[in-house]
């Protein structure tokens, strides 16, 4: 059965792929680099726009999500993405600490303050990647 092994194939490479959208691209440069030595594959974009263009014609196992971003921000993507990529899990990554109640918060898989240990937003992606 060449379909089963292809599905397979399909799903362990999602499963190892992952989009960081944020504007800072200091934050993108080293989360990229994190999780690219841990094996995933990682791509980054930097605004809302650029993000739904990418998930046209990808599928990551998750979404790395800043809220505030120019042009386009995660707020106003944050809707769309599960049309876009329904098999996509979602952490919001922020400095804004104020939204953890938020319906935003609520909408995600996980929801991670920045500044705090990179070691959560590893924990959650390694979580959320096999999920």
Do not use: W
Not at 109 to 120: A, N, P, Y
């Amino acid at each position: 059965m060449p379909g089963r092994t292809e599905a397979k194939v399909s799903d362990m490479a999602r499963a190892k792929k992952i989009v960081i959208a944020d504007d800072n691209r200091e934050m993108c440069d080293l989360v990229q680099d994190i999780f690219s030595e841990n094996g995933y594959e990682v791509d980054c974009v930097h605004n809302g726009y650029e993000l739904m263009s990418y998930l046209e014609n990808n599928s990551p196992s998750v979404i790395i999500l800043d809220l505030m971003m120019p042009e386009k921000d995660g707020i106003s993507v944050l809707g769309s993405l599960k049309q876009l990529s329904p098999y996509s899990r979602i952490i919001i990554y922020t400095g804004y600490q104020e939204y953890e109640k938020s319906v935003y918060a609520r909408a995600v898989d996980r929801f991670l303050v920045k500044g705090k240990s990179i070691e959560e937003l590893i924990e959650a992606v390694d979580e959320l990647a096999v999920a």
